[in-house]
């Protein structure tokens, strides 16, 4: 593993032949990797002062090239496939963007002019990168990575997978997410190879054929994509020996199922908020789980937790905690560190708002969030408390509560032979009204994902709009 941050940036693997990249067929070797990160590098320093770069790319491969040749320069390197909005832009405030495109004959282009505007305040200089949250609970926030962050994940034994020789590992993450830098950066830290995975909804059926040619061992999905592909293609993932999850709520449905599809992995639940690099807990799943929901485990090496009393309702439930080396410094806002993310006593510490409990073996499971409650006609709804219960019901997989202007639904994933089952709608119903006649219910067979692998809110909404809405009235 990589101890040092220049040693990552400049050891001597990047003039190796040895394949470190596979993507759309291609396979990338450390040196081709090295030289497209030096033109990147070149062009960075060639459009004078700047301390944030945008890497533009449609390739993965652009955005991890990208990154390297601008933390080289010394610069914040922020990647972008082409997703990032203008409000998005506007929180870090770039002073150059660049498209990177690889390939037989490499591009590094410059977008527009670079920006000269001072800031009125620095970017801290340990501040390498950035990561943008989900925004499920609002607009998408900024947060400021430090190398120590990356480093500490790097070191972390609690994310090792046993296995001879170097990893290889498929990466499905999008460089915007947290997920990327235990996909790729990781892996890459270690002297792995990086295998990019097509998305699911494009060609999921050439996963087997990947994983198989290159041994992948390792792979990370989002709870959402795990539970569609265990569902409608197990053998995708049943050649990769350890399975990891996180981003959301991996149900004890999805796990079932996927034993009973005969995946004998080793699965392994994460949880973190992107505020803490990528993960903060861990939960290795037992070969058969009797508990009604998947916890979330305990602290990854070089994390620290404290349990902060709630006044909730919920017996036993605190809130979440976390501290140490992997909480980021704070969110960045105009292209200033506006918040920092600091206990009283000035430690890295950050608040996550998620209510946990212990269970009977010590391990933390969700049990929902401060915020988690929602008014429904002038009356509070725990959508946590909901979601569980629905979800504990026969032929039910999953269960999201969404509200979104006038309307509140439980979107409810059942099997797909069950859709129109009464005995199984009446069960629903049953629990949902029981906490507010005035919540929706829309049955589906699986739910729509976005690019980064969490659940697709608009689109399901516009289907409850277009076809369950429509039919209630």
């Given at each position: 593993?990589t101890d040092t941050w220049?040693?990552l940036l400049?050891?001597?693997?990047?003039?190796?032949p040895?394949?470190?990249?596979v993507?759309?067929?291609?396979e990338?070797s450390?040196?081709?990797?090295?030289?497209?990160?030096?033109?990147?590098?070149a062009?960075v320093?060639?459009h004078?002062?700047?301390?944030?770069?945008v890497?533009?790319?449609?390739?993965?491969?652009?955005?991890?090239?990208g990154?390297?040749?601008?933390?080289?320069?010394?610069?914040?390197?922020?990647?972008d496939?082409?997703t990032l909005?203008e409000p998005?832009?506007a929180?870090i405030?770039?002073?150059?963007?660049?498209t990177v495109?690889p390939?037989?004959?490499?591009?590094?282009?410059?977008?527009g002019r670079?920006?000269?505007?001072p800031?009125?305040?620095?970017?801290p200089?340990?501040?390498?990168?950035?990561?943008?949250?989900s925004?499920?609970?609002?607009?998408r926030?900024a947060?400021?990575?430090?190398?120590g962050?990356?480093?500490?994940?790097?070191?972390?034994?609690?994310l090792d997978?046993p296995?001879?020789?170097?990893?290889?590992?498929?990466?499905f993450?999008t460089?915007t997410?947290?997920?990327?830098?235990f996909?790729t950066?990781?892996?890459v830290?270690?002297?792995?190879?990086?295998?990019?995975?097509?998305h699911?909804?494009d060609d999921?059926f050439?996963w087997?054929e990947l994983?198989?040619?290159?041994?992948i061992g390792?792979?990370?999905?989002p709870a959402a994509?795990?539970?569609t592909v265990?569902?409608?293609?197990p053998?995708?993932?049943?050649?990769i020996?350890?399975?990891?999850?996180?981003?959301?709520?991996?149900?004890a449905s999805t796990?079932r199922?996927a034993?009973r599809?005969?995946l004998?992995?080793t699965?392994v639940n994460?949880y973190?908020p992107?505020?803490a690099t990528f993960?903060?807990?861990?939960?290795?799943?037992p070969?058969?789980l009797?508990?009604?929901a998947v916890p979330?485990?305990?602290p990854?090496?070089g994390c620290r937790?404290?349990?902060?009393?709630?006044d909730?309702g919920?017996?036993?439930?605190?809130?979440l905690?976390v501290?140490?080396?992997?909480v980021c410094?704070?969110?960045l806002d105009?292209?200033v560190?506006a918040?920092?993310?600091?206990?009283?006593?000035?430690r890295?510490s950050?608040r996550?708002?998620?209510?946990?409990r212990?269970d009977?073996?010590g391990d933390?499971?969700?049990?929902?969030?401060?915020d988690?409650?929602?008014k429904?006609?002038?009356?509070?709804?725990?959508?946590?408390a909901?979601?569980?219960r629905?979800?504990?019901l026969p032929?039910?997989?999953?269960?999201r509560v969404?509200?979104?202007?006038?309307?509140t639904?439980?979107f409810v994933?059942?099997?797909?032979?069950?859709?129109?089952?009464?005995a199984?709608r009446?069960r629903?119903e049953t629990?949902?009204?029981?906490?507010?006649?005035a919540i929706?219910?829309?049955?589906v067979?699986r739910?729509?994902?976005r690019a980064?692998?969490?659940?697709?809110?608009p689109t399901l909404?516009?289907?409850?709009?277009?076809?369950?809405?429509?039919?209630e009235t």
């Amino acid at each position: 593993m990589t101890d040092t941050w220049h040693e990552l940036l400049h050891g001597p693997r990047w003039s190796s032949p040895a394949t470190v990249w596979v993507e759309d067929g291609t396979e990338y070797s450390w040196a081709d990797v090295g030289r497209l990160a030096a033109a990147v590098e070149a062009a960075v320093r060639a459009h004078g002062p700047a301390r944030v770069v945008v890497v533009r790319s449609r390739h993965k491969l652009g955005c991890f090239a990208g990154q390297l040749g601008a933390w080289r320069a010394g610069f914040v390197a922020v990647a972008d496939d082409y997703t990032l909005t203008e409000p998005e832009f506007a929180r870090i405030r770039p002073d150059l963007t660049l498209t990177v495109t690889p390939g037989p004959r490499p591009s590094v282009e410059p977008v527009g002019r670079p920006s000269h505007r001072p800031r009125p305040e620095p970017i801290p200089d340990e501040a390498v990168a950035v990561n943008y949250t989900s925004g499920s609970t609002g607009g998408r926030k900024a947060v400021a990575v430090s190398r120590g962050n990356l480093l500490a994940l790097f070191a972390c034994r609690d994310l090792d997978v046993p296995g001879p020789g170097p990893l290889t590992a498929g990466s499905f993450a999008t460089p915007t997410y947290d997920g990327w830098w235990f996909d790729t950066w990781r892996t890459v830290a270690a002297g792995g190879r990086v295998v990019c995975l097509p998305h699911v909804n494009d060609d999921v059926f050439a996963w087997p054929e990947l994983a198989r040619t290159y041994g992948i061992g390792r792979l990370l999905l989002p709870a959402a994509v795990l539970a569609t592909v265990v569902e409608v293609l197990p053998e995708a993932v049943a050649d990769i020996p350890w399975l990891f999850s996180g981003g959301e709520q991996f149900r004890a449905s999805t796990y079932r199922q996927a034993r009973r599809a005969g995946l004998r992995r080793t699965f392994v639940n994460l949880y973190g908020p992107t505020e803490a690099t990528f993960a903060t807990h861990h939960y290795r799943l037992p070969e058969d789980l009797t508990a009604p929901a998947v916890p979330i485990g305990r602290p990854l090496e070089g994390c620290r937790q404290f349990l902060r009393g709630a006044d909730d309702g919920l017996p036993g439930a605190r809130e979440l905690v976390v501290s140490g080396p992997f909480v980021c410094l704070g969110y960045l806002d105009d292209g200033v560190l506006a918040h920092r993310f600091l206990d009283e006593t000035g430690r890295p510490s950050y608040r996550t708002g998620d209510l946990v409990r212990p269970d009977g073996d010590g391990d933390l499971v969700f049990t929902g969030r401060l915020d988690g409650e929602v008014k429904v006609n002038g009356m509070r709804v725990d959508t946590a408390a909901l979601e569980q219960r629905v979800t504990a019901l026969p032929r039910v997989r999953d269960c999201r509560v969404v509200q979104h202007e006038r309307h509140t639904v439980a979107f409810v994933r059942t099997d797909p032979t069950t859709l129109e089952d009464p005995a199984t709608r009446t069960r629903i119903e049953t629990v949902v009204q029981g906490f507010s006649s005035a919540i929706g219910i829309s049955l589906v067979d699986r739910y729509p994902v976005r690019a980064g692998g969490k659940v697709d809110v608009p689109t399901l909404m516009d289907h409850y709009r277009t076809t369950d809405k429509a039919e209630e009235t």
